[in-house]
């Protein structure tokens, strides 16, 4: 995913897919884009079956009118690039967050229990205008590094990245 991902109309997807194609192989399909908040909710299977970790949201700051607030490619790759310096995760929260908070924790229990997901996984919301989520994506191979969403969330819930592989070894 870039800036270039998005189209503006849907007279415009046929030559973007066929663009993707050409440049990368491959099959491409096309979702529609959620503006709007971020977030990843992590889970890690223990004793008790898979539990959330505490949830993170990706902060666009700085992002100029315009610019499509999406995590990709650079954003996640290329340290010098502007998306990559301005898309920090946090973890805090307000008072006011926590409805919704809540209902994505449940969205993302449902959606362990639906898929049987097991040892680790991660899923992505993305929550409209109107505060509603949307699941972007259930990564169940998410990235393990000491510097990746995954790690962090971990840190935040008080687990060693040691400790997580030692439950996911054993789930």
């Not at 046929?14 to 491409?28: C, H, I």
């Not at 994505?104 to 040892?119: K, T, Y």
């Not at 169940?140 to 400790?163: E, I, M, V």
Request: glycine share 6%; proline share 7%; with cysteine.
């Amino acid at each position: 995913l870039d800036d270039n991902s998005l189209v503006a109309t849907a007279n415009a997807l046929p030559a973007r897919l066929a663009e993707r194609q050409a440049r990368y192989g491959g099959s491409w399909f096309a979702e529609r884009y959620i503006d709007g908040r971020e977030f990843n909710l992590a889970l890690l299977e223990g004793p008790q079956g898979m539990t959330l970790l505490p949830p993170a949201e990706i902060v666009f700051h700085d992002y100029p009118p315009g610019k499509p607030r999406i995590v990709g490619y650079a954003a996640k790759w290329d340290e010098h690039s502007f998306e990559f310096q301005n898309t920090p995760r946090r973890f805090d929260f307000a008072a006011a967050d926590q409805p919704l908070l809540r209902q994505l924790n449940e969205l993302a229990q449902r959606c362990s229990a639906l898929f049987g997901l097991r040892g680790y996984a991660r899923v992505d919301f993305r929550v409209d205008a109107h505060n509603q989520p949307w699941v972007l994506e259930i990564n169940t191979n998410p990235c393990l590094s000491p510097d990746a969403g995954f790690a962090a969330a971990l840190a935040q819930a008080g687990l060693s990245l040691r400790a997580a592989v030692a439950h996911i070894v054993t789930a």
